[in-house]
T-cell receptor, first 115, second 113 residues
């Protein structure tokens, strides 16, 4: 079984500041990891994914995440926050040895960006 | 139309009504999913169809009944719901292989009164 823990239900940053959203996972097999973003009244949009290739993964909108096996972490970062980044972010884990996408999501982190 | 489309976007229904949610994907995928998103709770996987067969049913009450007539369409039939079933219902699709990402629709906001 796999699980995801996202530290902090809300994170507040100023525009232009570093964004850091934390994600720790638990998995009995080498996992695949994902970050999704959800804007109000919208579905989830894939930001980036780790599938056992490079440990530093670059995604859309300037976001990136680093897979650290020793820390079982997959934290999401962006060097400079924009107002348009305000949304809810979900980390998810999946196992590659099933016949479909078995995503397990964290509870989400709401990113608030102030001017 | 591209991506994953859900209709309706909003639905208000009484506890004795019967309604259906519809999902259509235009991505050539062969696995489809229903998720429930409630306030302050993680996304809950409800049902999975892979290659048009139901492969997962996560202890969902029988008042929710899925249907997958083909690889592009997915329905969720609703009957005698409870107020606690009010939530955002998200449809997703993916390739039928492990570890792949899922693509989500915009969701149906359901309110049970």
């Amino acid at each position: 079984a796999q699980s995801v823990t996202q530290l902090g239900s809300h994170v507040s940053v100023s525009e232009g500041a570093l964004v850091l959203l934390r994600c720790n996972y638990s998995s009995s097999v080498p996992p695949y990891l994902f970050w999704y973003v959800q804007y109000p009244n919208q579905g989830l949009q894939l930001l980036l994914k780790y599938t056992s290739a490079a440990t530093l993964v670059k995604g859309i909108n300037g976001f990136e995440a680093e897979f650290k096996k020793s820390e079982t972490s997959f934290h999401l970062t962006k060097p400079s926050a924009h107002m348009s980044d305000a949304a809810e972010y979900f980390c998810a884990v999946s196992v590659p040895n099933s016949g479909y996408s078995t995503l397990t999501f964290g509870k989400g982190t709401m990113l608030l960006v102030s001017p | 139309e591209t991506g994953v489309t859900q209709t309706p976007r909003h639905l208000v229904m009484g506890m004795t009504n019967k309604k259906s949610l519809k999902c259509e994907q235009h991505l050539g995928h062969n696995a489809m999913y229903w998720y429930k998103q409630s306030a302050k709770k993680p996304l809950e996987l409800m049902f999975v169809y892979s290659l048009e067969e139901r492969v997962e049913n996560n202890s969902v009450p029988s008042r929710f009944s899925p249907e997958c007539p083909n690889s592009s369409h997915l329905f969720l039939h609703l009957h005698t719901l409870q107020p606690e079933d009010s939530a955002l219902y998200l449809c997703a699709s993916s390739q039928a292989r492990g570890g792949t990402e899922a693509f989500f629709g915009q969701g149906t906001r359901l309110t049970v009164v």
